[in-house]
Each structure stands twice: as C-alpha cells, then as structure tokens.
C-alpha cells in the first residue's frame, strides 16, 4: 500500500490556526512573514486519527517502496547535498525512516543512525549504520545521548505524530548546538493515520504546521521553508508519463501522413491522434509537490 494524495476536507472556520494565519501563498515568505500565536495553537483533537488502532500491526508488513514521486525524490536529495556540505563528516538522525533516507549518493557524512517501525525496512537501509525500531507516538524519547548528531531529518512523516511537540524536544536534545533539523513534505499520506490536523489543513498551512512545531520548543533560530520542487520548468515525472512519450511518435506518424498521402481524407484523423495525445499528457498527474521546513539548534 502507497501513501495517497491527501487533500484538504477542512471547512472555514474564522479566527483559527492556522487557517487565518497563511499570509501568502509563496512557501519561503510564509514562515518569515507569520506572527506567531502566544501560545501552544493545538488542541488534543488535533492529533487524534481517524484510526487509532495498533501503530505496530499498522506498520508490520513492510513496505519497499517510495511514497513519492521522482521529482520529489531528487529535488530532496539535491537539497541534503546542499546542507549536508555545511556539516563535514557529519552524524545524521533520520526519524520515522524506513527502508531508504533519499540522501545523496556521494557519501559526505560519517554516520547515519535511523529509527522508524518496521524493522525489515530499517535493516535493508543501505545508508544506515545502526536501526532502532521506535514507535515515537507511544514512546517520543529518542534512545541517543544529548548533542549526539549534527543534522536530524524526518521524510513526509512528521504528520504521523501524535506528540510532535514531545518529538522535536527530543531532536533539539539530541542536536548539537547549530545542528540542523530538516523536515520535507508534500500532500501524499495514509490518511487514516495522519493526525486530524493535517488531514483539515493545505499545503501552506502544512508548512505552518511543521514550522510550529520547531518553534514552540524554543530551542532553534526561526524556521525557514523552501519549495524545493519549484526550480523544476517542466518535471521529470511529467515527461516520464506514457502518454508524452506519444507525442513525437504522433508527430512523426503526422508528418509522414502530411508527405505521403493520397489524399487529404487522412489527416483529420491524424491531427486527432495528435491531440488527443497532447490532451492525454496535460491531463496527466501533477508533480508532488515539495517542501522542506528546517532551522539551526541554538
């Protein structure tokens, strides 16, 4: 089972959070621009799921798969490269991990810790040199010592938590201090077991979310946000569709028909074939879209 598009069911409500908070809609201007509320804006219905069964038999079958899509996935990769530069033979946390992190190929870091729930995943994480299996929503303590890692990082599973804010205490404890924490996300989730929050909010408002998070612990500089996949003019999981892939052969057989038929009775239903290949492409799914929210320990 794949990670579904999950969007927005929520109906207006005046004066909320963090609805009447998003001020524009560019994801690296929100987080500067936001004027945060006094105080903790989250009630316990908020991280209440639809499903609240066993955690465990939810994530016991494992999963080999990517829950997003190419695009996604590069442009996540591209960014790390980019931070993890900062940090030299770094010690990396990933939370909630699984079976792959996304971080670059070149190795640059001196050791990757993970922690998630399946531990078939966590074992077959090629990038990882030790695994311990924590259910964060029963037990957020992290199992490392204080000041234990550089940079800590969680993948589109953040919306998961049911204690986030116990959550990134702990990341901030284990963080040294000007490590970084780098959250990514984008609309794709099990919505049975993504908070209700989540599943009431958009895209901006998710940023907002995650951005909370890390600044109510008072530990870090202000988060910023960044919309990783925008640098893209025309995207890799667009041209990797099978319907652009009939475009040039449309063309080409158009062509052919133009040079070599009879008679003009032919090309109507080749400029169809045509168009209906070029409709077929537009139509076809949008990227995920990309997001990363992160900030320095202080």
Request: net charge negative; charged share 20%; hydrophobic share 40%.
């Amino acid at each position: 089972m794949k990670a579904q598009r999950c969007f927005t069911s929520r109906q207006a409500t005046g004066g909320k959070w963090p609805t009447d908070y998003v001020s524009t809609s560019s994801a690296a201007d929100l987080l500067r621009k936001v004027h945060w509320p006094a105080s903790w804006p989250y009630e316990a219905w908020d991280f209440r799921r639809e499903d609240e069964s066993d955690d465990d038999v939810f994530y016991s079958e494992p999963r080999l798969i990517t829950h997003v899509d190419d695009d996604f996935i590069e442009a996540l990769k591209s960014h790390y490269k980019k931070v993890f530069a900062l940090y030299p033979q770094a010690r990396i946390l990933d939370i909630c991990s699984s079976w792959v992190s996304h971080y670059p190929e070149t190795k640059t870091w001196s050791h990757v810790s993970i922690t998630g729930m399946n531990e078939y995943e966590l074992k077959n994480n090629a990038q990882a040199d030790d695994y311990t299996v924590r259910n964060l929503n029963i037990t957020p303590a992290l199992p490392y010592e204080d000041g234990s890692f550089d940079i800590v990082t969680c993948t589109v599973s953040f919306d998961y938590l049911n204690k986030p804010l116990e959550v990134m205490k702990e990341v901030a404890r284990v963080l040294k201090p000007g490590g970084a924490v780098i959250l990514s996300t984008s609309n794709r989730c099990f919505p049975s077991k993504a908070v209700n929050i989540w599943l009431r909010t958009n895209d901006m408002e998710h940023i907002l979310i995650y951005g909370s998070y890390i600044h109510y612990t008072r530990c870090f500089e202000p988060p910023e946000a960044l919309d990783i996949g925008s640098d893209s003019i025309v995207s890799l999981s667009f041209l990797s569709q099978p319907s652009f892939a009939l475009i040039p052969t449309a063309a080409a057989l158009g062509t052919a028909a133009v040079v070599g038929a009879t008679g003009a009775g032919e090309l109507p239903a080749v400029i169809a074939g045509i168009w209906a290949a070029v409709v077929a492409t537009v139509s076809s799914p949008p990227p995920d879209p990309a997001y990363v929210i992160q900030a320095r320990r202080i």
